[in-house]
């Protein structure tokens, strides 16, 4: 039997960061806490207002993870976490604007132009993420976005959602 109860969550989640920390995945163990302490205080009523300094520490350590685990390899380092979190946010609500029955140019487009995007770039992304061409983060971000948004949010919604983020990247 699971539990409802936020602290019985954050408390789990904890409990994995915490064996994380101690088997030497010091970062990993440290953006799994951030996120599951951002996720009971929103559960607690904290406006996104109020948590946005955490959330800024969580894509700071996130980032700082993914030029970790690139190292000194040859080609371009990863893009800020803040502009995968869009183009992975914008594919997603492209792949769900689809499932709705929507077709992929028309919901291309209405996603590419309400997050300020490049409507080619963001349909070549969005193909590459389903050839399994992009890094896993980024890949996980559109899963967990395509998950959530599936069939609760409005496209309205999902609209708001890509120009809050604009800002970040």
């Known amino acids: 039997m699971t539990s409802d109860d936020p602290g019985d969550a954050l408390d789990a989640a904890l409990k994995d960061a915490g064996r994380l920390y101690d088997s030497g995945q010091r970062l990993e163990a440290r953006v799994r806490a951030l996120h599951a302490t951002l996720d009971f205080l929103k559960s607690m009523g904290f406006s996104p207002t109020q948590l946005r300094p955490l959330g800024d520490l969580s894509m700071h350590a996130m980032h700082e993870h993914l030029l970790d685990m690139h190292g000194k390899r040859p080609g371009p ?93």
């Open 77 to 169: 380092k990863p893009k800020s976490i803040p502009q995968q979190l869009l183009w992975a946010s914008a594919a997603a609500a492209v792949t769900v604007l689809v499932s709705r029955g929507s077709n992929v140019t028309r919901a291309t487009n209405t996603i590419a132009k309400a997050a300020g995007l490049d409507r080619k770039r963001l349909r070549n992304f969005r193909d590459n993420i389903n050839r399994g061409c992009t890094h896993t983060v980024t890949t996980k971000m559109y899963d967990e976005k395509v998950e959530k948004w599936g069939a609760s949010l409005s496209e309205q919604v999902m609209v708001d959602a890509l120009k809050t983020l604009r800002p970040y990247c």
